[in-house]
């Protein structure tokens, strides 16, 4: 179990890295940028895959993080 939990951390820190910025630079970061910064990206090809993989990890890490809980 620990394993596993090890595993899937390692791979969500690093898909999570590959991952693209949103933001332009830092200081819109900080800032908040403009309010139109989002609205007109859409992901595709590979960022959508990237984005659905976090999401898929995301899940497993907790689903196994709250079996683990139990199982002690």
Known sequence: METALL???ILLI???LLQSGKAESAAQILSGGS???FTKRKERGSE???SRLT?????AF????????FVK
């Open 7 to 9: 595993i899937i951390s």
């Open 62 to 69: 907790f689903a196994i993080c709250l079996v683990s809980m």
């Open 14 to 16: 690093v898909i999570v």
């Open 35 to 37: 309010s139109d910064l």
């Open 55 to 59: 999401l898929v990890l995301g899940i």
């Open 48 to 50: 959508l895959f990237i």
